[in-house]
């Protein structure tokens, strides 16, 4: 019964200390997920973003494709309070056709619409 204890802690134990989380300072936040295999196709204008928080995830350790439901590398969702607004997702050569102008453009009327 000790021997079942102990390993049921230690499981609870390890599951926890690698639970993936990411947090954000602001209430709408725009994460990148990519892998570092394609990180040449990284979205380079992510930070210059306004009124908002970024994230770049790489997606190469954990589980944050299966969490996210991530099929393309690079995709930026947009979260709203920590639940999902708007997703863009890459083209089939894995590079972004979003461009900053729609991203921003979307944020500026989700705030809008908070008003």
């Not at 380079?44 to 306004?50: C, I, V, Y």
């Not at 439901?69 to 863009?88: A, L, Q």
């Amino acid at each position: 019964m000790k021997k079942i204890l102990l390993i049921c802690l230690l499981w609870i134990t390890y599951n926890t200390s690698n639970a993936q989380t990411f947090t954000c300072d602001e209430d709408i936040c725009v994460v990148e997920f990519n892998a570092s295999w394609n990180s040449a196709n990284n979205v380079e204008w992510l930070h210059k973003l306004s009124d908002v928080g970024t994230k770049r995830i790489m997606i190469d350790k954990g589980d944050w494709q299966k969490e996210f439901s991530i099929v393309v590398t690079p995709t930026i969702i947009i979260f709203v309070n920590g639940k999902e607004s708007k997703r863009y997702q890459a083209n089939i050569m894995m590079q972004m056709e979003a461009k900053q102008t729609d991203v921003q453009d979307k944020i500026d009327e989700i705030i809008m619409e908070e008003f």
